[in-house]
């Protein structure tokens, strides 16, 4: 089974702070993303990566930034958090695209409140 | 640009009854379909995805889901639900012309009243 890690289920970071989540995948997989989850709005993909030290900006990137230099784990960071940055975060990854292997595996989640 | 729509904000079926979560998209190409299940305080789980074949796809939990291109929908349906059932379910796209992502759409809950 593929196994997504996120390295916090809850952190509580206060305005201003740089904040780290980390996301690790053990089963090799070449993508991976980070989402944020906000009632009503579904999941909003903020940045990906196809690749060690390559990163493709999301729908939302702005106030973000995202580190990946090893294939397992790829580094979500808000550079200096604010308010409207509480939220759930959730990373995923998956396989190079090929006949059925667009699915997507996510870790369980770390709910971030920034006070 | 790929999007997906789910109608419904909230379903609620009693325990038993059969189930449908409804699911319309728009891709250009030949979509790629994916159904997910969240439980509270949970990342996403994969339930069962549609890439090519059979129009009706079987998945995890009793779970099935209808592509029908005609009407660009992907119905979520289980013949008889169970309360276990409750939880937050998302349809998504992606397109077969090389990107990588999948487009979620907004979530429907679904309440499974006993």
């Known amino acids: 089974d593929v196994k997504v890690t996120q390295s916090s289920r809850y952190l509580v970071k206060r305005t201003g702070e740089k904040v780290f989540l980390e996301c690790v995948q053990d089963?090799?997989?070449?993508?991976m993303f980070w989402y944020r989850q906000d009632p009503g709005l579904g999941l909003r993909l903020i940045y990906f990566s196809y690749d060690v030290k390559m990163k493709e900006k999301g729908d939302i990137p702005e106030g973000y930034s995202v580190s990946r230099e090893k294939k397992e784990r790829f580094s979500l960071i808000l550079e200096s958090a604010s308010t409207n940055q509480t939220s759930m975060y959730l990373c995923?990854?998956?396989?190079?695209?090929?006949?059925?292997?667009?699915?997507?595996?996510f870790g369980p989640g770390t709910r971030l409140t920034v006070t | 640009a790929q999007s997906v729509a789910q109608p419904e904000d909230q379903v609620n079926v009693a325990e038993g009854n059969p189930l449908t979560v409804k699911c319309t998209y728009s891709?250009?190409?030949?979509?790629?379909l994916f159904w997910y299940v969240q439980y509270p305080n949970r990342g996403l789980q994969f339930l069962l995805k549609y890439i090519t074949g059979d129009n009706l796809v079987k998945g995890s939990y009793g779970f099935e889901a209808e592509f029908n291109k005609s009407q660009t929908s992907f119905h979520l349906k289980k013949p008889s639900a169970l309360v276990s059932d409750s939880a937050l379910y998302f349809c998504a796209v992606s397109s077969g012309e090389g990107d990588d992502k999948i487009i979620f759409g907004k979530g429907t809950r679904l309440h499974i009243l006993p």
């Open positions: 089963m090799d997989h070449e993508n």
């Open positions: 995923a990854s998956s396989l190079k695209p090929g006949p059925g292997s667009r699915e997507q595996y």
């Open positions: 891709v250009s190409g030949n979509p790629y």
